[in-house]
């Protein structure tokens, strides 16, 4: 394994190279909310994500309007490249420097983290709070400070007004202490269990009309068991190799691991069973245990040091991860361009080719309005363009009956969206009366991300 301070060269460059390109990719949907929802601030979306919304609609008047990708990205590539750093400064009371190093260099060279500190959502500003009340936390609990324990633990939570995920990662850190036992190294300070009982009680009750808010709204909208899915898209954005020396410090830990390597590996566990419960009713992907990356990153690193675990061992995992890094980095940074839909290459394309009466119908219709109308504001209901979506019939009735140019923008994989039905009228009436002018493909993705643009004959 590379010398300390190739680890930490290695994690701040790369941290620092967050902020390089980020203008180079389209906008995806749930970007172009943000940015709606920065400027409306309904009482609905404030409640849920208060920190994220308040910091881009500040960003934004301080910067000035209208914000290209660069400015909408930024706050949140900031705050991914602040992340790595504190990962190492989280984890080294518990894991010692060279450990806490190792795992904030994993997590650099992360595409799933350059993806979230790339986009314009509030996931790393949740990260960076995650961080710095676990760091405070795990030194309480490293040097029998418990109050310092219980600040930390209430810092970490604030992570859930970026994010309601972030809660996660309180959960796991109040929670893992009471489980991690060993006699090899134990912490100096253990939660007594009724404590941590008791105020994850108040906790849950205290949150419960806003947690259920949020549970029937989404459940409304993405219903249906997605275990298969969660699975999947996590163990893409993890990785074959990141995933291999998890498990084998997993092993170690439960073998022989101190109480410190131990609450790792549960921290991790006690986080993943919400998501995966929730998981086999609503629709879970990988973003919403994106909290516990770091987590990930530092299980990670317990197998990676060759001066602690079997060096044949992590020397091979350490080529390994490096190796595949080198090729997941590097296919986000061009084949896949992003992980993103080219949605604003499909829209400039319609731009160009479409007449002065034509009218285009688009998924992602708030990102058409972002690119097809420059500086406007309410991009939930933009007036640049008509929303493509199940619901679409009788405007497309309508004005395919008046003879008018259109256009359709679109993704296959959100049509599985929609009810069969509907699904099957509309690729006839692609078929038998549209032409397909472009294909915007992106190669190598877990998801089909090419976007594909129609004209009606």
């Known amino acids: 394994m590379l010398p300390t301070r190739w680890v930490v060269a290695l994690a701040l460059v790369f941290a ?86 190792i795992a904030a260099a994993v997590l650099s060279l992360s595409s799933w983290h350059w993806f979230w500190s790339q986009s314009a959502r509030a996931y790393t500003l949740m990260l960076v709070l995650s961080l710095l009340g676990a760091g405070v936390s795990l030194r309480g609990l490293v040097a029998a400070r418990p109050a310092r324990y219980w600040l930390g633990l209430a810092l970490a939570s604030t992570a859930a007004l970026a994010h309601p995920t972030g809660a996660l990662a309180a959960f796991a850190l109040l929670v893992a202490p009471v489980l991690a036992r060993s006699p090899r190294e134990p912490l100096a300070y253990r939660p007594r269990a009724w404590i941590g009982a008791g105020l994850l009680l108040v906790a849950a009750l205290g949150a419960s009309p806003w947690l259920l808010a949020i549970w029937r709204d989404y459940s409304w909208r993405k219903s249906g068991s997605s275990l298969t899915h969660f699975a999947l898209t996590t163990g893409f954005y993890v990785g074959v190799p990141l995933a291999l020396a998890g498990l084998c410090a997993a092993w170690d830990a439960l073998r022989r691991g101190s109480a410190r390597t131990r609450l790792v590996l549960i921290a991790l566990a006690a986080a993943v069973s919400a998501p995966l419960a929730a998981s086999l009713f609503v629709r879970v992907s990988a973003q919403y245990v994106f909290v516990l990356a770091p987590w990930i990153a530092a299980l990670a690193a317990l197998a990676l040091d060759d001066q602690e675990a079997p060096r044949w061992r992590a020397r091979a995992l350490g080529v390994l991860l490096l190796s595949w890094s080198a090729f997941d980095l590097g296919a986000y940074l061009t084949v896949r361009r992003g992980d993103r839909p080219r949605w604003r290459d499909a829209y400039a394309y319609v731009a160009r080719a479409r007449g002065a009466e034509d009218l285009v119908f688009g998924m992602a219709a708030p990102v058409g309005g972002y690119y097809l109308a420059p500086g406007e504001r309410v991009l939930r209901n933009s007036p640049a363009l008509l929303p493509l979506t199940h619901f679409s019939w009788d405007d497309l009735r309508y004005w395919s009956a008046a003879e008018r140019g259109l256009w359709f923008v679109l993704n296959r994989e959100d049509l599985r969206d929609w009810p069969a039905e509907e699904r099957a009228r509309f690729e006839r009436y692609l078929r038998e009366q549209c032409e397909l002018r472009r294909t915007f493909s992106v190669q190598l993705t877990p998801r089909r991300l090419d976007v594909e643009v129609h004209r009606r004959l």
């Open 16 to 101: 620092a190279a967050r902020l390089i390109g980020l203008s180079r990719w389209s906008l995806w949907i749930d970007e172009a909310f943000t940015l709606h929802d920065a400027f409306e601030l309904s009482f609905e979306r404030l409640t849920r994500f208060p920190l994220g919304l308040a910091l881009m609609r500040g960003w934004a008047e301080l910067v000035g309007e209208p914000l290209d990708e660069f400015w909408l990205r930024l706050p949140a590539a900031a705050f991914g490249a602040l992340s790595v750093p504190l990962t190492a400064w989280a984890f080294t009371p518990l894991l010692g420097a060279r450990r806490a190093w």
